[in-house]
């Protein structure tokens, strides 16, 4: 089978299998936030953390819950990590030093998974299992309640409650995240995947190191997290033993902020608006997909950086789902892709994760990219702008400017910053264009909780720990608080009705104004940044 | 109107305003104020970078950098220049209004005399003929005619009388005939005329909801790029490439939205200017705005949607008489019936004007008593009238209930006692009102007719003109009642009235409209007055409010679209030295860096020259579905915005590269 055979087979068995589970994950998580029901298990969580269950939110109480649960979740993965000498499994590895401890905790609570550290050497099997996994459970299932808290601000009128942070968050872990993971982790198993505690395995006297791989493997992708196990991440042969657990990792990736789209279309009663929001996601991601595949194929070195075994069909395609979903796993080298290629996955980040963005992040800044784009295009109707029945206003429009600001900010001024740092010279491992590029890609991986990493660049020193720290901080909380104060803000108005005056928002000519200002906010944004890196690369 | 008749305030001032650019200079420099410039930060931005790269022309001066400084200080006066351009058309109005605002002298019953600016609410005055009123107020005794042409620019004179709707009088209008008592209702200085001549001049236009909106997302913009430029530098130097401020600063005044940022107040001023232009004023640019955002509007039936009067319609002959006698006989039985009815069944009847021999017949008057009126011609006597006048036959008096059942009035025709047929009489829906209806619907506003006629009138009406619904034998509550059923859907309503009675109703609307025949009463009520007293002109107003909305996101787009353009002109100019293959984005083949980015800036200030007109006319608005309108405006603000640059640059810069030391 030629490679281009063999790469629209895969897209095309993708696409089949996302097909196949889009209607019933979606409409089973619309149901699993709606429900008044709790679990048993549930009820007891609730107890032992004297939460009742039935009392409703504002949306200040609810973005304090995140952002409380997320700050005890940072300190307590910064203690286990500064402690692994006390726990066991801890092979003799040590204390994870101050700044690396800062930097990943902020990453993993943050579900960008950025890794400034070498897993094997660094992490021991207690500290990636009470620590880094339960955060890549907790940090995806927190996107996921934001999402849903913001598709409450459109579905309810005039209240001031946005359900329960804390039953969201709970139900998004035993309703959805863990079922999910338990049946992927078996069938990567089956697929060859490792899972021992064992700190490493024999390979023909050479002692390889191992870990309980697909337990966390799953969660890593499912949860858009991407922070890998083992250092080489999805091109490990254990993490991602053949092209099989290659398609299924990918499936895993897309396959919750895919289905969140039918989730929205059920909860906002219009099947169609989710559609529509699925088609922008889609249009782009496969435009980029188009992208990488071509530069790829077309490079000098066309297999440089990439596992023969995946090819440049199937590590082009996962190159798109991570970046384009914020996951940030990677099965080939991001760095040695040609300047076009390696440009198209920094640009998908630079898009602010929405196509279709990780679990919950990736449904609710396209909402806030809807809002803007209603913003203009209701003026241009000639009335205030409204979008689902709920007016455009001043605050609305605040909320999602800032929402939109954050990423933006704090990327160029640490890549700014890390630009002309004498030190910065001594990290890079290239010069010129491909190291500006190199900066770029740290700072876009941070700020858009990403956590792919283009590597060519050492990012272990005080200033990159922290500063790629604080893009990691701000580019998750800051776009979340705000989200979370424009959902309560939706939520108080009154539902304008739909008449003949109202500007569709199903059909090809919202798509075409909401992928054009997707497109045109992160070009115009970063145009002169891409300017002096990728685009002088790939023009060269 | 005749040439001898004043004309209306607002068309008098229309024409001493002409939009003088050369006028408005002054006042733009003014402008330049800190103070002023905050209020739009887009400007500011734009205003603090002309500064800086004067300093920098100033200390190391060259051809490019002076140019550059030049240029962007043209920005920011052009800026003024769109604003001052706005407000010089209503500082005329109101210097017009205000020639009205004579020193008028208070007449208080009780025989003291004060100056009109010191009336409290309250203050009976007396004012007699040929006598200024001197405030704002209602007349509690006696009945007079007042010239208001004043305010309205109407000649005719209008009654004023105590009690009723029309006991409403306006401070500045003179007293013609009789003697008024006048309770003032407003404070000096709070009058109407003082309301309206703050109103054109702007005094004190505060932001609209939706221009505070908009301004939020064109700062966010502005910081965007503003981040973008600034981080720009610190790559340019790792690049090895060290940008100069000058050229930092015309990039970002080229990226950042300054052709909307400039354009946004005048936007506004301007659209209040339509209004006044219509002769209606607006208490509050949010008003404005409400108007186009109208769901449902509210129109009464007589007056809006029918003419006042009812009209023939249709003659329908009973017995053995054929048409053509009746219509003949109606014909002569009108000829000398001065009323519009009258007047309209001779209309209906050919219009043919009384022959010799006809005109020697002896007309009948209408009286009380006979209720007919008619001709006796020779031997013919024939009379039209009230059915009740005459002895029907079974056929006629069938065909009398039924017009009477469908809403109609019937009017009986007979010849020396003998009914020759019927004449229907009934309310006729205004010509074009269906397809204005028609465009309302397509706009998604939904039109209700308010009648007080039976269910059935005002079905067959409503089915006529073509509303979409229609509230019959209504009330004032019923009116209030519907009102606030629609905004509990979430609608917007509006309406116009005149009545006290109507007041309530014009409070709760989001757009009333109170006529300026109403009361006193009414006109507070509104939140806007209608000169002219047309109730057909809010469907203009809701025009107007679409119009405001569709030039300002019209605008927005294509100021955000330029910047595509100004990236390929200056991006190259910029980087092209370190990275040569940078140059083959320079599409455009502009000559070199400097004349590039001259070019780009030079576009940037003069396009904001070029558009003042529209910002002022405002972008054309044809009704029509929200799609429909959202495609055009893209296609023409979008798709114009980023072709538009490219030509233009383009030409700049062929006459730039002219330049020595540029070029």
Redesign the interface.
Known sequence: MSPLAAGLLQVGILVAALSVVYRPLGDHMARVFTAKRHLRVERVIYRIGRINPDSEQKWSTYAYGVLGFSFVGIVLLYVIQRAQSLLPFDFGRGNVPEGMAFNTAISFVANTNWQSYVPEVVMGHAVQMIGLTVQNFVSAAVGLAVAIALVRGFVRHQTDRLGNFWVDLVRGVTRILLPIAFLGAIVLIAFGVTMSLKSGVDVDGQTVANAPVAGQEVIKELGTNGGGVLNANSAHPFENPNEWTNLIEIFLILVIPVALTRTFGQLVGDKKQGYVLLGVMGVIWTAMLGVIWAAEANGIRPLEGKELRFGIPGSAIFADATTGTSTGAVNSLHDSYTGLGGGATLLNMLFGEMTPGGVGTGLYSILVMAI?AM??????????PEYL?KK???R???AA?VS??AM??VL??G???A??LPS?QAALNNP??H??SE?LYAYASASNNNGSAFAGITVTSDWFQSSLGLCMLFGRFIPIIAVLALAGSLAAQ????V??????TT?P?FAT?LTGSIV??AA??????L???P??EA?? | MTSTLQKPAAAQAKAQAKPGIVAAIPEALRKLHPRHQLRSPVMFVVWVGSLLVTVFAVIEPSVFTVAVALWLGFTVLFANLAEAVAEGRGKAQADSLRKTKKDAVARLVDGDVVPGTELKIGDLVVVEAGEVIPGDGDVVEGIATVDESAITGESAPVIRESGGDRCAVTGGTTVLSDRIVVRITTRPGESFVDRMIALVEGAERQKTPNEIALTILLSTLTIIFLLAVVALQPFAIYSGGEQSVVVLTALLVCLIPTTIGALLSAIGIAGMDRLVQRNVLATSGKAVEAAGDIDTLLLDKTGTITWGNRRATEFIPVGPTSEEELVAAARLASLADDTPEGRSILELAGGRPATEQEKTGEFVPFTAQTRMSGIDLGERVIRKGAASAFELTDTAREVVDEISAQGGTPLVVAENGRVLGIIRLSDVVKPGMKERFAELRSMGIRTVMVTGDNPLTAKAIADEAGVDDFLAEAKPEDKMALIRKEQEGGRLVAMTGDGTNDAPALAQADVGVAMNTGTSAAKEAGNMVDLDSDPTKLIEIVEIGKQLLITRGALTTFSVANDLAKYFAILPAMFAAIYPALGQLNIMRLATPQSAILSAVIFNALVIVALIPLALKGVKYRPSSASALLRRNLLIYGLGGVVTPFAGIWLIDLLVRLVPGIG
Not at chain 1, 494 to 497: A, G, I, S
Not at chain 1, 499 to 504: I, R, S, V
């Open positions: 803007i913003f203009l295009a209701g003026l241009m109707v000639g009335r205030t029945g455009l206003g001043r609305e429009v605040t400017a939109i600001l933006p900010t160029l001024i890549a700014g910053i630009a002309i910065t010129g264009e190291g500006l900066i009154k539902k304008v009705p008449t003949a005056g109202t500007l569709p059909g000519l104004l045109l906010v115009l944004t970063f145009v002169p940044a300017a002096l890196g685009i002088a023009l060269l």
